[in-house]
């Protein structure tokens, strides 16, 4: 019998994380009959609540437990920077992982969240191809997309801006209200921040939550800068926590 298609899916630590991904493993199993399997890096022991989470899903979605991360030179430090470096300490058993699924699967994608993204090169080194679930909103997705040029193109903090930052199809936002990563040019959050945005364009795709009767300008923009930019954008959402199940559910 032949084998079905095959997902690998990589959050980044932490159930918030976790979640959205395995929201969307449900709906590429029930909608197109993959098999998916969630490889999970995890600083220390794996939670309760992760481990039941994983428990609920049904035998098409398995999950990998990557060896644990240590970081205790490391407390105190925002979550941001505990979140890249398990990533960065994660990647040679992640591709050890990826190449044996490879190796017995037909594999036909990986997934990954945005705080994951180190993940994109592994999967290009095995010619694998990476496509990225952006959990949140178109809004925040064109903010990711053109920080890069925000960055080359505005001198000052971004909360000390005279006037709002003005994306394609958005309403404005002042500079004052973007996410505190990006209010210090000068720490190392800013700068994980900005590099996690540049390595969106590695992907082969983006899946973002949002759809076009709540953010039709937003996604119209967008769409027309990723085709002239080879980017594949899809509005998949609303995608919502369905409850802890092994059950798929429509």
Do not use: W
Request: negative net charge; aromatic residues 6%.
């Amino acid at each position: 019998m032949e084998q079905k298609p095959h997902i690998a899916i990589l959050p980044s630590p932490g159930m918030g994380h976790l979640i959205p991904l395995v929201e969307l493993a449900k709906l590429l199993v029930l909608h197109h009959d993959f098999r998916v399997t969630c490889i999970i890096p995890i600083i220390g022991s794996p939670s309760k609540a992760i481990k039941e989470v994983l428990q609920s899903l049904p035998p098409t979605i398995e999950h990998v437990f990557l060896p644990p991360v240590s970081l205790e030179e490391l407390e105190g430090q925002q979550p941001g920077i505990q979140i890249s470096v398990t990533m960065t300490r994660s990647m040679p058993s992640f591709r050890d992982v990826l190449k044996s699924l490879v190796a017995t699967t037909r594999l036909a994608a990986l997934v990954l969240d945005v705080f994951s993204s180190d993940g994109l090169y592994v999967a290009k080194e095995l010619n694998v191809s990476p496509y990225i679930f952006f959990g949140s909103n178109a809004l925040v997705l064109s903010l990711f997309l053109h920080f890069p040029k925000l960055d080359e193109s505005v001198s000052c903090e971004f909360r000390d801006l005279p006037e709002p930052v003005k994306l394609p199809g958005c309403i404005p936002i002042h500079g004052r209200d973007l996410a505190s990563p990006v209010q210090d040019r000068t720490t190392e959050r800013y700068k994980l921040f900005l590099g996690n945005t540049k390595r969106l364009r590695l992907a082969e795709g983006i899946m973002f939550n949002t759809f076009m009767e709540l953010e039709g300008s937003a996604i119209k923009a967008l769409e027309e800068e990723a085709e002239a930019g080879n980017l594949p954008l899809y509005p998949i959402g609303p995608i919502i926590q369905s409850g802890s199940t092994n059950q798929v559910d429509g």
